[in-house]
Protein backbone atom coordinates (compact mmCIF):
# COMPACT_ATOMS: atom_id res chain seq x y z
CA UNK A 1 0.00 0.00 0.00
CA UNK A 2 1.57 3.32 -1.27
CA UNK A 3 1.38 5.90 1.65
CA UNK A 4 2.84 9.59 1.13
CA UNK A 5 3.12 11.86 4.09
CA UNK A 6 3.75 15.31 4.31
CA UNK A 7 5.15 17.38 6.98
CA UNK A 8 6.38 20.72 7.71
CA UNK A 9 3.47 23.22 7.01
CA UNK A 10 2.60 26.41 8.96
CA UNK A 11 2.40 29.84 9.07
CA UNK A 12 4.92 32.06 8.05
CA UNK A 13 5.57 35.62 7.73
CA UNK A 14 6.58 36.96 4.39
CA UNK A 15 9.73 36.70 3.05
CA UNK A 16 10.24 33.71 5.73
CA UNK A 17 10.88 29.82 4.83
CA UNK A 18 9.46 26.64 5.07
CA UNK A 19 10.88 22.95 4.50
CA UNK A 20 8.35 20.87 3.68
CA UNK A 21 9.22 16.75 3.89
CA UNK A 22 7.39 14.31 2.03
CA UNK A 23 7.94 10.19 3.81
CA UNK A 24 7.03 7.34 0.99
CA UNK A 25 6.34 3.77 1.67
CA UNK A 26 5.22 0.85 -0.14
CA UNK A 27 7.09 1.76 -3.14
CA UNK A 28 10.52 1.40 -4.61
CA UNK A 29 11.20 5.00 -4.05
CA UNK A 30 14.59 5.71 -6.25
CA UNK A 31 12.58 4.19 -9.02
CA UNK A 32 10.05 7.10 -8.64
CA UNK A 33 9.81 10.11 -10.16
CA UNK A 34 8.95 12.59 -7.32
CA UNK A 35 6.89 16.34 -7.43
CA UNK A 36 5.72 19.24 -5.48
CA UNK A 37 2.15 20.39 -6.39
CA UNK A 38 0.10 23.06 -4.66
CA UNK A 39 -3.57 23.97 -4.91
CA UNK A 40 -4.61 27.62 -3.35
CA UNK A 41 -8.45 28.57 -2.63
CA UNK A 42 -10.59 28.63 -6.02
CA UNK A 43 -7.67 27.45 -8.33
CA UNK A 44 -6.67 24.95 -9.67
CA UNK A 45 -3.48 22.28 -8.73
CA UNK A 46 -0.40 23.46 -10.04
CA UNK A 47 3.11 21.10 -10.10
CA UNK A 48 5.41 23.75 -7.88
CA UNK A 49 8.81 21.42 -8.38
CA UNK A 50 9.29 17.70 -9.79
CA UNK A 51 12.72 15.58 -9.25
CA UNK A 52 13.39 12.78 -11.42
CA UNK A 53 14.12 9.25 -10.10
CA UNK A 54 18.41 10.26 -12.01
CA UNK A 55 18.08 13.95 -9.63
CA UNK A 56 16.88 16.08 -12.43
CA UNK A 57 15.10 18.72 -11.45
CA UNK A 58 12.32 21.10 -12.91
CA UNK A 59 10.08 24.73 -11.63
CA UNK A 60 7.21 26.91 -11.57
CA UNK A 61 8.89 29.57 -13.16
CA UNK A 62 7.72 31.68 -10.33
CA UNK A 63 9.68 29.86 -7.49
CA UNK A 64 12.80 28.89 -9.35
CA UNK A 65 14.85 31.00 -7.98
CA UNK A 66 12.98 30.37 -4.18
CA UNK A 67 12.71 27.21 -3.98
CA UNK A 68 14.52 23.76 -4.05
CA UNK A 69 13.51 20.15 -4.38
CA UNK A 70 15.75 17.28 -2.97
CA UNK A 71 15.43 13.88 -2.40
CA UNK A 72 16.91 11.10 -0.04
CA UNK A 73 16.64 7.64 -1.41
CA UNK A 74 18.01 6.20 1.98
CA UNK A 75 15.36 7.61 3.82
CA UNK A 76 12.84 7.38 1.12
CA UNK A 77 12.03 10.91 1.46
CA UNK A 78 11.53 14.54 -0.78
CA UNK A 79 12.00 18.04 0.81
CA UNK A 80 10.49 20.97 -0.57
CA UNK A 81 13.15 24.25 0.50
CA UNK A 82 11.16 27.45 0.39
CA UNK A 83 12.68 30.48 0.50
CA UNK A 84 11.75 33.85 0.00
CA UNK A 85 7.92 32.93 0.64
CA UNK A 86 5.39 35.87 -0.66
CA UNK A 87 1.38 35.85 0.03
CA UNK A 88 0.88 34.26 -3.14
CA UNK A 89 2.84 31.06 -2.13
CA UNK A 90 -0.14 30.23 0.56
CA UNK A 91 -1.46 26.68 -0.69
CA UNK A 92 -2.08 23.12 0.56
CA UNK A 93 1.23 21.34 -0.92
CA UNK A 94 0.85 17.91 -2.19
CA UNK A 95 3.33 14.83 -2.72
CA UNK A 96 3.40 13.28 -5.25
CA UNK A 97 4.93 9.77 -6.74
CA UNK A 98 4.63 8.81 -10.44
CA UNK A 99 6.49 5.99 -11.95
CA UNK A 100 4.71 5.16 -15.89
CA UNK A 101 0.97 5.50 -15.02
CA UNK A 102 1.00 4.95 -11.37
CA UNK A 103 0.63 7.43 -9.60
CA UNK A 104 0.14 8.10 -5.18
CA UNK A 105 -0.44 11.51 -3.57
CA UNK A 106 -0.25 12.33 0.07
CA UNK A 107 -3.22 14.28 2.23
CA UNK A 108 -1.33 17.67 1.79
CA UNK A 109 0.12 20.25 3.86
CA UNK A 110 -1.23 23.84 4.48
CA UNK A 111 1.21 26.67 3.98
CA UNK A 112 -0.02 30.16 5.16
CA UNK A 113 2.10 33.40 4.24
CA UNK A 114 0.96 35.72 6.50
CA UNK A 115 1.77 38.85 8.68
Known amino acids: QVQLVESGGGLVQPGGSLTLSCAAS????????MGWYRQAPGKQRELVARITSGAGTNYLETVKSRFTISRDNAKNTVYLQMNSLTPEDTAVYYC?????????WGQGTQVTVSS
Open 26 to 33: GIIFRLFN
Open 96 to 104: NAELGSLRA
